[in-house]
Nanobody
Framework: QVQLVESGGGLMQPGGSLRLSCAAS????????MGWYRQAPGNQRELVAG???????NYGDPVKGRFTISRDNAKKMVYLQMNSLKPEDTAVYYC?????????WGQGTQVTVSS
């Protein structure tokens, strides 16, 4: 299991931006597929964005064109730049790391978009 620590959440007005960061504890970071999921109250956890060990990227439909995922293998970090935030982006955001059948999750960081 990989320890993942998210940071950067908070309260933001609609239309604003936030950047989430996730620090991973493994020295094999570059071998992991990394991702961000979110879960709003009463909703299922959903994929926000994923970035493979090779750099392939995919996004959930609700965030396409607004969010950008990136990774820094040297720093063992993955980032989620969130622009043009909407109230429906309000959720707990989780970082995830996967290699083979092993999947690790962070504790989550709250993002609230409200005026």
């Amino acid at each position: 299991q990989v320890q993942l620590v998210e940071s950067g959440g908070g309260l933001m007005q609609p239309g604003g931006s936030l950047r989430l960061s996730c620090a991973a504890s493994t020295r094999f970071f570059r071998s992991y597929d990394m991702g961000w999921y979110r879960q709003a109250p009463g909703n299922q956890r959903e994929l926000v964005a994923g970035i493979s060990d090779g750099g392939s990227i995919n996004y959930g439909d609700p965030v396409k064109g607004r969010f950008t995922i990136s990774r820094d293998n040297a720093k063992k970090m993955v980032y989620l730049q969130m622009n043009s935030l909407k109230p429906e982006d309000t959720a707990v955001y989780y970082c995830t790391a996967q290699v083979g059948s092993t999947n690790s999750w962070g504790q989550g960081t709250q993002v609230t978009v409200s005026s």
